[in-house]
């Protein structure tokens, strides 16, 4: 059992940058492939960025390639996601996923098992 705890998130200009954190509890962190989605009011939620277990592999949504960047500290079981030049249709929440039985990055909402609360991102024009 894994749970997952999101911060970071607020409300910020346009072209401004937050740093998203997310806190995992539970031994086998390092071994978990790691995910961040965002679901805007009335949307599905979506796809942003993945990481492998390794850290070896990262894969990011066209739509933030080049702005933001996904990491991880398996000595501290957290992951990051770093969004530079930030703009209004990056609104939404933001969460956080893990999953036992991804090899590399998954961009898929089943390949993950278990999934944080969330954290609000606003960004104003």
């Known amino acids: 059992q894994v749970q997952l705890v999101e911060s970071g998130g607020g409300l910020v200009q346009a072209g401004g940058s937050l740093r998203l954190s997310c806190a995992a509890s539970?031994?086998?962190?390092?071994?978990?492939?790691m995910g961040w989605f965002r679901q805007a009011p009335g949307k599905e939620r979506e796809f942003v960025a993945a990481i492998s277990w390794t850290a070896s592999s990262t894969y990011y949504a066209d739509s933030v390639k080049g702005r933001f960047t996904i990491s991880r500290d398996n000595a501290k079981n957290t992951v990051y996601l770093q969004m530079n030049s930030l703009k209004p249709e990056d609104t939404a929440v933001y969460y956080c996923a893990a999953g036992s039985r991804l090899r590399s990055v998954g961009v898929r909402r089943y390949e993950y098992e278990y999934w944080g609360q969330g954290t609000q991102v606003t960004v104003s024009s």
């Open positions: 539970g031994r086998t962190f390092s071994s978990y492939g």
